[in-house]
């Protein structure tokens, strides 16, 4: 999970996971990743407001 700050644009949180490959005796499972944008928030009039978009 990561927060990232652009400056002057918004900070936007993301996150990304990994699970290897696993081998069973039915066969084999390939290896999966993903990453998500879990939100993204902007400071607005001077902040004095945020507006915030969040999801799963």
């Known amino acids: ?5 652009f400056p002057d644009i918004a ?3 993301l ?3 990994y699970r290897g490959p696993i081998i069973l005796p039915q066969g084999k499972i390939d290896p999966m990743y993903g990453i998500n ?11 004095r ?3 915030s978009l ?3």
């Open 49 to 51: 407001a945020t507006l």
């Open 11 to 13: 900070t936007v949180q």
């Open 54 to 56: 969040n999801g799963e």
């Open 1 to 5: 999970m990561s927060n990232w700050i």
């Open 15 to 17: 996150m990304a996971d």
């Open 37 to 47: 944008l879990l939100g993204i928030r902007k400071d607005l009039f001077n902040n």
